[in-house]
Nanobody, 127 residues
Framework: QVQLTESGGDSVQAGGSLTLSCTHS??????????MGWFRQAPGKEREGVGT???????AYGDSVKGRFTISQDITKKTLYLQMNNLAPDDTAIYYC???????????????????WGQGIQVTVSS
């Protein structure tokens, strides 16, 4: 059974930085063919895509985080990262890690494609 576990959530001041991690285990699809992503959901809003990464390293980002957030991975550690810089109060949300073995539409807009989800972790940015 696939398990995704997020960590690193915190409360920070606007302009600050934070790195989220997502460790994954139990997947049966090839470790060399997958799409992983970060999504977030603020109170009263729909879940939106933050960034995605394909197993070969290609990344894509949502418009609201381009230039500020960076998604990366350490395959040997089975860990996905989200480096968030210049945080703003609008970045306050629960952040979710997601994964799927399908890579054809690996993009933040493809929220509904993802099969496996973590439980989420809170990030709060104060002004």
């Amino acid at each position: 059974q696939v398990q995704l576990t997020e960590s690193g959530g915190d409360s920070v001041q606007a302009g600050g930085s934070l790195t989220l991690s997502c460790t994954h285990s139990g997947y049966t699809f090839s470790p060399y063919s997958y799409c992983m992503g970060w999504f977030r959901q603020a109170p009263g809003k729909e879940r939106e895509g933050v960034g995605t990464i394909v197993h070969v390293g290609n990344t894509a980002y949502g418009d609201s985080v381009k230039g500020r957030f960076t998604i990366s991975q350490d395959i040997t550690k089975k860990t996905l990262y989200l480096q968030m810089n210049n945080l703003a109060p609008d970045d306050t949300a629960i952040y979710y890690c997601a994964a799927d073995e399908r890579i054809g539409d690996c993009h933040p807009r493809s929220r509904r494609m993802f099969t496996y989800w973590g439980q989420g972790i809170q990030v709060t940015v104060s002004s």
